[in-house]
């Protein structure tokens, strides 16, 4: 399942994509800001396109997303997100929910819950040498 995920997305996909990058909420760039440059001890990437959706933020050596809501229009997108989170289980992503009130009022505990669940995944990716990760 896991070169599922590595298939090339639409180029609506892939629009969509770079459209939440540029337009991102404030939340969104709180988290950012705190995940980017590898700061928790893994590479994430923002706004990135996986299976037909676009996930918040994603680390893919550790098969690890993490996903922001606001809860507008949450009874609406709740058998949409179901189906989503469904396949990209499937596909070996491990997925982690917080809610923007959640990131403003507390984003340290935030933060040591992405850190603890990296942690406790080995890293899946190889290193150039051939060897893998510890």
Known sequence: MASIAKAKPTDYITGRARDL???ATDVEKIVWQRLRNAQLGAKFRRQEP???FV??????DHRL???LGGGQHAEQRAAHDERR????E????????FWNTDVIDNLDGVLE???AHLE???ILRSQPSGREFP
């Open 21 to 23: 990058r540029m337009n």
């Open 50 to 52: 996986i299976l037909g």
């Open 55 to 60: 996930a918040d933020f994603v680390a893919h």
């Open 65 to 67: 997303i993490v996903e």
């Open 85 to 88: 989170a469904r396949m990209l």
């Open 90 to 97: 499937q596909a070996g992503f491990r997925i982690l929910r």
């Open 113 to 115: 819950t992405i850190r």
């Open 120 to 122: 406790e995944t080995p």
